[in-house]
């Protein structure tokens, strides 16, 4: 009977749901399809036993299905079905995450020990495999830098996702770090949190870079104003004196804010050519404000949106080459683009409705701060339009979501 009882605790929603989320960040690491199917297994163990009319409580989730459905419609006016699938495909789990989490109760103190330990560890390990590639052709990926070319990362080299990811982690540990349950812990998960705070500075990633420290000087503030705490004043005379170092004295992210000075300076010299990319980034907005402007309602169709941006470069920007030609670098002017001004009203409707199980406790700053953080990354890339985009918006935002007191959930004890 015990061994039974054992064996049922072992195995239940909760413990199942922790060990497979710790399987979707090494397939994020390491492998998209092993990423995949461990969210759809995920969706699986949390929907066993749910009747279908209870996934209908959700709001969060139904107006999620909505702005979802109007890049399904977009179908009947794109001529290339092909590019509308991929499109539609990478957004599937939207269908499934937000349900599963809703599903699950609330993870226990022990859990939370569980899954911080291992996204954190998953997290080095990645930095560890990123950094042993830079000192095997040191000179090489340090001359590189002067082109925006950033040394090798896991997540099939984007930079983007792993560095943001790890300031996500940053928020979640702040989160977790009074219900880790012993000194070991502590003491492991503060390591890991200033070694992966030193190689966001080594690999200069701007997301990840301005990412971390908006975080991290919002916590010096709540620190010192809710909880009047010196240490946030000190943290942030440290955060600030570990910026200026780092400039001065890393190369990596010395000659990121050089090259970061030389396309502003481009930027002031009109150039249109296309080979910087924060100009590029800016003229790809311009263009597709301009389609937008054209087609207000239903867009120009997901699948024409490629076809449409060439087009507008050429009449706009006829200076940049084919290669250097972006969609929008922002997901709020894709979906106007592909699905019209419906459309987006229906995205910022899903984002913001998230907000409103924000309260006056500690578990809302966190959350905000992670729905900040991913609104920003929304606004400067297209981060719905790639797998690993979703992925690290969903998990780390549901994660974050699900410590937020609910009726719907049970408590941490």
């Not at 492991?188 to 975080?215: D, R, T, V």
């Not at 620190?223 to 910026?243: D, E, H, M, P, R």
């Not at 003229?283 to 301009?290: E, I």
């Not at 449409?308 to 080459?321: L, S």
């Amino acid at each position: 009977m015990k061994a039974n009882t054992r064996f049922s605790l072992y195995f239940d929603k909760s413990n199942i749901a922790l060990a497979l989320l710790a399987i979707m960040i090494a397939g994020f690491l390491l492998s998209p399809a092993i990423c995949s199917i461990a969210v759809i297994v995920f969706g699986i163990n949390s929907l066993r036993d749910v009747h279908p009319k209870n996934w209908f409580r959700h709001t969060w989730w139904l107006l999620g299905l909505v702005w979802i459905f109007f890049y399904a419609i977009t179908w009947f006016y794109s001529d290339d079905k092909a590019y509308w699938s991929t499109r539609l495909q990478v957004k599937l789990a939207f269908l499934l995450l937000p349900l599963a989490f809703a599903l699950l109760p609330r993870f226990t103190k022990r859990q939370i020990n569980f899954i911080t330990l291992s996204i954190g560890l998953l997290l080095l390990a990645g930095a560890v495999y990123s950094i042993s590639l830079l000192l095997n052709d040191y000179e090489y990926y340090i001359s590189e830098y002067k082109y925006a070319h950033l040394f090798p990362t896991p997540v099939r080299n984007d930079y983007i996702r792993f560095s943001l990811s790890i300031a996500l982690f940053f928020v979640w540990s702040f989160y977790a770090f009074p219900l880790l349950e012993n000194r070991i812990t502590k003491w492991a998960i503060g390591i890991i949190i200033l070694l992966l705070f030193a190689y966001i500075h080594i690999l200069a990633a701007k997301s990840g870079l301005i990412s971390a420290y908006l975080f991290l000087i919002a916590w010096c503030i709540y620190v010192s104003i809710a909880q009047k705490k010196l240490i946030g004043l000190i943290t942030l005379f440290l955060l600030a004196a570990t910026l200026f170092a780092g400039i001065r004295f890393v190369p990596t992210l010395k000659k990121r804010f050089d090259y970061i000075d030389a396309s502003w300076h481009m930027l002031r010299n009109n150039d249109k050519s296309g080979n910087y990319g924060d100009i590029n980034r800016l003229q790809s907005y311009n263009v597709a404000l301009k389609l937008i402007k054209k087609n207000p309602w239903l867009g120009v169709g997901v699948g024409n949106m490629e076809k449409a941006m060439d087009n507008g470069y050429e009449t706009w920007y006829p200076e940049v080459i084919p290669e250097n030609r972006l969609l929008p670098h922002n997901q709020f002017l894709i979906v106007s683009l592909g699905c019209g001004i419906p459309g987006l009203v229906a995205l910022l409707v899903w984002l913001f409705y998230a907000l409103t199980q924000l309260r006056k406790n500690r578990e809302s700053f966190f959350f905000f701060m992670t729905w900040l953080l991913l609104i920003i990354q929304l606004l400067i890339e297209p981060a719905f339009e790639i797998q690993f985009g979703v992925f690290v918006f969903l998990f780390f935002f549901l994660l974050q979501w699900h410590t937020l007191p609910s009726k719907s959930k049970q408590p941490a004890i």
